[in-house]
């Protein structure tokens, strides 16, 4: 479709620049009158096809970005790529390129690939400084130790001037070898002039001081939680369920937890990985049956979940019953 229009276009401004004076076999000469009005309605002509072609292109970029968008809610989230791949190739305006980016991370973010995200989101940022997307940001929250690859990419974000790129990098590589470095690098974001940043650097700092943290500490850290941005909140709020998980206060635990399925549902690997921890806070307190509630909402929404979904279904296999969550 776009390669019909583009040669329809060019066939009109040869069409209009062609001059009319121009002697072809059989040709009549015209006037300059006469020419002048064939000029200007050839004109009219082309400025005419060029605004058709303009709004076709730009309607047919926001059919592909509605589409993406719609396969994304759907958790076809592969598919989602696609479409919004084929809507960037259509160089979209700045306003659609940047929805465009931020649902590709989305989609990289639920897919569980971390270093296309990263460069995807940090992507958005040198694009648009002050987005609105900026909770989007796929900070390392889950307690699991980077790839070799991802931790070679983590420490090229490290290195990087961008603080937004800096605190990618750190919170990868805290649970490495490099963590010192990391840690020092956090808390010098965490006393930055970009507020967003400054406090999701100091939200990461907790998930190595939290564990040994007491009760007053971890009260404290609750009630800036709720000081913060809400959406900013919801790695914050799972640090801390898992804090009090590992401090067997089950009921605070499955309070914080939940807050993530709830509120962020688009965050997936957090909500994910909530749901099942927030399984088993509910388990300690003897609410099976609120247990299993949660582990099923977590194998029906998201299925694209391998790790804490293969969690709870072995967990139901181990205590009789391989369908009890299903």
């Given at each position: 479709m776009k390669t019909q229009w583009r040669r329809r276009l060019a066939g009109v401004v040869e069409f209009v620049t062609t001059p009319c004076h121009r002697r072809d076999a059989g040709a009549t000469v015209l006037l300059p009158d006469r020419q002048r009005a064939v000029q200007a309605r050839r004109l009219n002509v082309m400025v005419v096809v060029i605004i058709l072609f303009l709004s076709a292109s730009a309607a047919a970029q926001d059919s592909l970005t509605g589409a993406a968008d719609a396969a994304r809610a759907a958790g076809r989230f592969d598919q989602a790529l696609v479409l919004y791949q084929k809507a960037?190739?259509?160089n979209p305006p700045r306003r659609t390129k940047l929805r465009i980016i931020a649902g590709s991370v989305r989609c990289y973010q639920a897919l569980d690939r971390p270093e296309r995200v990263g460069e995807a989101f940090l992507l958005l940022v040198r694009d648009d400084p002050q987005t609105p997307q900026f909770d989007c940001i796929p900070l390392a929250w889950l307690p699991r130790r980077p790839s070799?690859?991802?931790?070679?990419t983590a420490g090229k974000w490290l290195g990087r001037t961008e603080p937004a790129a800096q605190l990618l990098g750190a919170?990868?590589?805290l649970t490495t070898g490099e963590r010192s470095k990391a840690m020092a690098t956090l808390r010098r974001l965490a006393v930055?002039?970009?507020r967003?940043?400054?406090q999701l650097a100091m939200a990461q700092t907790w998930r190595a001081t939290?564990?040994?943290?007491d009760d007053e500490q971890l009260d404290a850290i609750e009630q800036t939680i709720r000081r913060m941005p809400e959406r900013f909140a919801a790695g914050p709020y799972f640090v801390l369920g898992r804090a009090y998980l590992q401090r067997q206060q089950w009921e605070k635990a499955a309070l914080a937890l939940l807050r993530v399925p709830i509120l962020y549902p688009q965050q997936r690997p957090l909500a994910a990985q909530s749901l099942a921890d927030a399984g088993r806070a509910m388990e300690q307190l003897g609410r099976t049956d609120r247990a299993v509630?949660?582990?099923r909402e977590l194998i029906r929404e998201y299925p694209e979940q391998t790790r804490p979904v293969a969690e709870v279904k072995g967990r139901g296999k181990r205590e009789g019953g391989g369908g009890k969550w299903e």
């Amino acid at each position: 479709m776009k390669t019909q229009w583009r040669r329809r276009l060019a066939g009109v401004v040869e069409f209009v620049t062609t001059p009319c004076h121009r002697r072809d076999a059989g040709a009549t000469v015209l006037l300059p009158d006469r020419q002048r009005a064939v000029q200007a309605r050839r004109l009219n002509v082309m400025v005419v096809v060029i605004i058709l072609f303009l709004s076709a292109s730009a309607a047919a970029q926001d059919s592909l970005t509605g589409a993406a968008d719609a396969a994304r809610a759907a958790g076809r989230f592969d598919q989602a790529l696609v479409l919004y791949q084929k809507a960037m190739e259509g160089n979209p305006p700045r306003r659609t390129k940047l929805r465009i980016i931020a649902g590709s991370v989305r989609c990289y973010q639920a897919l569980d690939r971390p270093e296309r995200v990263g460069e995807a989101f940090l992507l958005l940022v040198r694009d648009d400084p002050q987005t609105p997307q900026f909770d989007c940001i796929p900070l390392a929250w889950l307690p699991r130790r980077p790839s070799v690859s991802l931790e070679q990419t983590a420490g090229k974000w490290l290195g990087r001037t961008e603080p937004a790129a800096q605190l990618l990098g750190a919170s990868y590589l805290l649970t490495t070898g490099e963590r010192s470095k990391a840690m020092a690098t956090l808390r010098r974001l965490a006393v930055g002039p970009d507020r967003r940043v400054a406090q999701l650097a100091m939200a990461q700092t907790w998930r190595a001081t939290l564990t040994t943290a007491d009760d007053e500490q971890l009260d404290a850290i609750e009630q800036t939680i709720r000081r913060m941005p809400e959406r900013f909140a919801a790695g914050p709020y799972f640090v801390l369920g898992r804090a009090y998980l590992q401090r067997q206060q089950w009921e605070k635990a499955a309070l914080a937890l939940l807050r993530v399925p709830i509120l962020y549902p688009q965050q997936r690997p957090l909500a994910a990985q909530s749901l099942a921890d927030a399984g088993r806070a509910m388990e300690q307190l003897g609410r099976t049956d609120r247990a299993v509630r949660l582990y099923r909402e977590l194998i029906r929404e998201y299925p694209e979940q391998t790790r804490p979904v293969a969690e709870v279904k072995g967990r139901g296999k181990r205590e009789g019953g391989g369908g009890k969550w299903e």
